[in-house]
Structures are given as C-alpha cells and as structure tokens.
C-alpha cells in the first residue's frame, strides 16, 4: 500500500507563488516517473509537469518558463514550484508517482488564483 500526501495550495493572488509538495510512503522500493497533473473545474484532468526517474522534467506548454518540478529521492517527494500564477492556473492539483507496485494518486490540492 502507498500513501500520496500533498500539501502548499491555497489562494494566491494572480502573479503570486506558490510551492506543492507530495510525499510518498508505504511499500516502495523504487520511484520512477513523479508528476502534477490538474483539473479545472468541467475540464479534463490533464499534466501539467513530470520529471523522469533521472531527473529530466517535462512541462506542458501552458506553464513553461512559470513552474519548476523537481523531486528529492531520498524523502520520496516531489514538488511543484508555481510562480507567475494566472487565473486560468486555478485547479485542483494532484500528484502522481510510478513506483514499483504501479501507479498513484494524492488526494488533490486546491490551488485558487484570485483578486
């Protein structure tokens, strides 16, 4: 059994920051892929970064240049530096890990981008 715990969104508003963290325990052996993907509301779930097993990140063309993922093996854990947030930014966010017994999912942060 793996457990995905998020954490880091809340309101912010726009052209301001904001870091998600998702830590990722139980029976692991080994991580590959980690990612963030989002979902606005009556839109499809779609990703929004990923970084592979060595390190190499990959973002949708929406965020580049704005969001950094990078990950820290030794504590399981990925992370979803936001700047520049924009209101179309606003979503609920979920972190995704391909591990040694398959795929999960985090529960999903709210992110709100807003005056």
């Known amino acids: 059994q793996v457990q995905l715990v998020e954490s880091g969104g809340g309101l912010v508003q726009p052209g301001g920051s904001l870091r998600l963290s998702c830590a990722a325990s139980g029976s692991i052996r080994s991580i590959n892929d980690m990612g963030w993907y989002r979902q606005a509301p009556g839109k499809e779930r779609e990703l929004v970064a990923a970084?592979?097993?060595?390190?190499?990140?990959i973002y949708a063309d929406s965020v580049k240049g704005r969001f950094t993922i990078s990950r820290a093996n030794a504590k399981n854990t990925v992370y979803l530096q936001m700047n520049s947030l924009k209101p179309e930014d606003t979503a609920v966010y979920y972190c995704n890990i391909n591990h040694n017994s398959g795929l999960s999912w985090g529960q999903g942060t709210q992110v709100t981008v807003s005056s």
């Open positions: 970084i592979t097993g060595g390190g190499r990140p």
